[in-house]
Each structure stands twice: as structure tokens, then as C-alpha cells.
């Protein structure tokens, strides 16, 4: 897994949160998101835009930290696979009071669960409430979208 950076690319990635094929999900149940709002691409690509409190934002880093450390190490082959594309960048702007990370899975492995939450359930099951309590309290809301390539 790659540490977050403010590239320009991710300004761009984040206009893209406003079209209609986004979903939004209430951080408050990324655990247990219903099957159409899962975190999961069956297109082979998808992002994940993460709007966080400024004033939170160390606590999800903190959290995104903790997230690539357990993946980075996982001897899973299905997580080492979805660490080697993920990607994890954070706005130079703030939008609507929000600090935004977008995180990109291309290629995403399909039927692979990319829920952060899950994944740190699985990896430090001792750890995972507190590191949920910090997520919970840092997000405004989470938005998915799944990409078709177009070349």
C-alpha cells in the first residue's frame, strides 16, 4: 500500500464525486453496508471518497496508517494483490468544510471487499473498535463509485 500524497490528480478524482453514479454511505455502518452499497467493484476499477472533519484528519490518517501497515504485512494473497493497487491520495482543497482522501483500486479484484473496517476487523480484531470509534467520528460521509475503463 502506497502512503497518502496531495497530488493534482486527486483535485480531479474528487469532481468526480458528484456524479450521479456515486453512492453515499452514513459512516456509521461501513461494516454492515448492504450488498448494493458494499465496497466491492465488479467493474475492475473504483474509488472511494472519504469526506473527513478538518479538524479529524489526523485521526484518519492515523487509521489509514494503521490500515496500510496490516495490509502491507498480510500474508493473504487476495490482500496482497488489493494492497499492490491501492491508492491513496488526500485533496490540496477543502470542499463543503471537508478534508477529502480518495482512495483508487485499478485494478480492482473483483468480488474483493475494499471496506477499510472490514479489512482492519479481519487483520487486528483487538484493535478494531477503537480504530472504528476514531473512523466514525472523523467521516462526514463516504461515497463509492465503480469505473468502466474507457481506453
Do not use: N
Not at 46 to 67: C, H, K, M, Q, S
Not at 116 to 125: C, I, T
Not at 140 to 151: D, I, P, S, T
Amino acid at each position: 500500500m502506497r502512503r497518502i500524497v496531495p497530488p493534482m490528480i486527486a483535485c480531479v478524482l474528487v469532481g468526480l464525486s458528484a456524479a450521479p453514479a456515486a453512492r453515499t454511505q452514513d459512516p456509521a455502518a461501513p461494516a454492515s453496508a448492504p450488498a448494493a452499497q458494499a465496497y466491492s467493484f465488479s467493474t475492475g476499477a473504483g474509488i472511494l471518497f472519504f469526506y473527513v472533519r478538518p479538524d479529524r484528519t489526523a485521526d484518519f490518517e492515523a487509521v489509514v496508517a494503521r490500515l496500510s501497515e496490516v495490509l502491507d504485512a498480510s500474508q493473504d494473497p487476495v490482500r496482497k494483490q488489493q494492497a499492490s493497487s491501492w491508492r491513496m491520495f488526500r485533496s490540496a482543497e477543502t470542499v463543503k468544510e471537508s478534508a477529502i482522501y480518495v482512495f483508487s483500486f485499478d485494478p480492482a479484484l473483483p468480488g474483493a471487499d475494499y471496506d477499510p473496517v472490514k479489512l482492519l476487523a479481519e487483520a487486528v480484531p483487538t484493535e478494531a473498535q477503537a480504530l472504528y470509534e476514531k473512523l466514525k467520528a472523523a467521516i462526514v460521509r463516504v461515497e463509492r463509485m465503480g469505473l468502466a475503463r474507457l481506453r
